[in-house]
């Protein structure tokens, strides 16, 4: 059995351990004679399964009794659109703070329903920081404030809150569980299941409950938190699997020491690839330092080819989907709560071992591309 280090942005790797479970039980689950993905979602043994899911989640977080943990299919993107069609209707205005791909489309979706504003936007920086709020940047009157707490494609991440009064609504798709949030400071906190909790198919959503109950009229039924609330999200079928899926991921988290010691490793992974990128003379990271994320790191060489070259070259030793978003380019490592902590050593080593292979060869071109070269050749 080869695996190799998959540092995909979503579908993700998951835990090795919770892959041979989930195999283990895979034909008979418990003695039932069926795979869960067989079973009856309104069974025993999978209601079972799916308290379990949520206990766990609930003690993983901390969440709150007055907040509603719904399990839903339609993936982050679908949430973009329930969102607005659930939260603003009070007012009818929502600030949205532009900080990435999926924060603008999770704004132009809402743009659809009401009064959705950009109240601040990194895109003139190509997004390679967390624009600055204060509490004077939000409209008084703002059914909530959106943010996506990190950005998956550019790389950075909050490291602290905005200041606002209003209702605080975040999409974590990809740092969900890789460190400890207050969950009371949010109102809604939102996720797709693929980056790091679970295979696709699965959403999560933790809301509060005294937000319930307030959708516009044209929200359908599938998207109506109060009525996914009210049903415990079984409405209809759920997505069975992926929801036995992340119980086996939370355990492992749990196991792991929780939510403090999944961010301490996490730490630890990314200030080794950081400190590289700092101290490379060839690549180089492409965010700010203060507003890195811990989970999706992008970095360059600043020359196309031979970021070409080396994504090439370290799928060829086993490092996969390295290769960085169309929008940033170069490559992009995601280094979610499942990627162990050797994955991110060896990959370093790859990239030294590529550096000194091809430092003489990028100065050598540079120093002849650029004829009013300052001599830096040798140095
Ligand atoms: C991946 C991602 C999305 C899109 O998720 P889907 O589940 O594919 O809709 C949205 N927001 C963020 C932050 C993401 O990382």
């Given amino acids: 059995m080869a695996r190799v280090y998959n540092f995909s942005a979503g579908p993700a790797v998951l835990p090795e351990e919770v892959l041979r479970e989930a195999a283990e039980e895979m034909m008979d689950y418990k003695g039932s004679g069926m795979s869960v993905m067989e079973m009856s979602h309104r069974s025993k043994m999978y209601l079972a399964i799916y308290e379990e899911t949520e206990a ?129 400071k949010f109102g809604l906190i939102y996720a797709g299941a693929q980056k790091n909790i679970a295979p696709a198919g699965l959403t999560i959503v933790i809301v509060k409950k005294e937000l319930l109950g307030n959708a516009s009229p044209i929200c359908p039924i599938m998207l109506n938190y109060a009525i996914q609330d009210k049903n415990d999200s079984l409405y209809n079928t759920p997505p069975c699997y992926p929801i036995y899926m992340a119980k086996l991921v939370y355990e492992w988290i749990l196991d792991m020491g929780g939510l403090e010691a999944m961010k301490a490793y996490n730490e630890k992974k990314a200030a080794i690839l950081y400190d590289f990128l700092d101290s490379s003379k060839l ?63 060896l990959l370093v080593e790859t990239m030294k071992e590529f550096e000194e292979k091809n430092i003489f060869l990028l100065r050598f071109c540079n120093y002849f591309r650029n004829s009013n070269s300052d001599r830096t050749f040798f140095t």
Avoid at 69 to 87: D, I, R
Avoid at 299 to 328: I, P, Q, Y
């Fill in 283 to 345: 690549f180089k990271g492409t965010v700010e330092k203060k507003d890195r994320s811990l989970m999706n790191v992008p970095f360059v060489t600043g020359d196309e080819a031979l970021d070409a070259k080396f994504v090439k070259a370290a799928t060829e030793a086993g490092f996969v989907n390295l290769k960085g978003h169309r929008s940033v380019g170069g490559m992009r490592a995601s280094i979610y709560n499942a990627m162990p902590i050797e994955g991110v050593q």
């Fill in 56 to 184: 766990i989640l609930r003690e993983l977080m901390g969440i709150p009794e007055d907040y509603s943990v719904l399990m839903l299919q339609g993936g982050a993107t679908l949430q973009f659109a329930a969102v607005a069609m659930n939260l603003m209707t009070g007012s009818g205005t929502a600030d949205y703070i532009d900080s990435g791909n999926f924060a603008h489309g999770a704004l132009v979706e809402a743009q659809k329903y009401g009064d959705a504003k950009a109240v601040a936007s990194s895109k003139d920086d190509n997004f390679a920081k967390i624009p600055a709020t204060t509490r004077e940047s939000f409209r008084p009157d703002a059914d909530y404030v959106h943010i996506c707490y990190n950005n998956t494609i550019y790389g950075s991440r909050f490291t602290t809150i905005p200041k606002t009064d209003a209702t605080l609504v975040t999409d974590m798709s990809s740092c969900i569980l890789s460190e400890v949030v207050d969950v009371k």
